[in-house]
Nanobody
Framework: QVQLVESGGGLVQAGGSLRLSCAAS?????VGWFRQAPGKEREFLSR????????YYSTSVKGRFTISRDSAKNTVYLQMNSLNPEDTAIYYC?????????????????WGQGTQVAVSS
């Protein structure tokens, strides 16, 4: 059983930055970040391989968000820059117990509880 705990959300003005953290209690392989705004489906944002070498971003965040991984701390980060009100959502990290490309929520085995991000205009 793997537990994921997100932190780092909050309220920020448009153009600002936040760094989200996802701390895992056990070994994980691919870790992804998703978000869900009210009334919308859960949206894939980014993923990182177990060794931190391979990353992938959705077009909506590419160039603004950066995913990274600290294996010693078993933590994955999502640095979010140039935030705008459309980025307001609950952000979730998710983990797979196997390697491989994964961009759908159903591809992931474990989920964190989510952290709220609100961007004011």
């Amino acid at each position: 059983q793997v537990q994921l705990v997100e932190s780092g959300g909050g309220l920020v003005q448009a153009g600002g930055s936040l760094r989200l953290s996802c701390a895992a209690s056990g070994r994980t392989f691919t870790v992804g970040w998703f978000r869900q705004a009210p009334g919308k489906e859960r949206e894939f944002l980014s993923r990182i391989s177990w060794d931190g070498i391979y990353t992938y971003y959705s077009t909506s965040v590419k160039g603004r968000f950066t995913i990274s991984r600290d294996s010693a701390k078993n933590t994955v980060y999502l640095q979010m820059n140039s935030l705008n009100p459309e980025d307001t959502a609950i952000y979730y990290c998710a983990a797979r117990l196997q390697a491989g490309l994964a961009s759908r929520p159903r591809d992931y085995d474990y989920w964190g509880q989510g952290t709220q991000v609100a961007v004011s205009s």
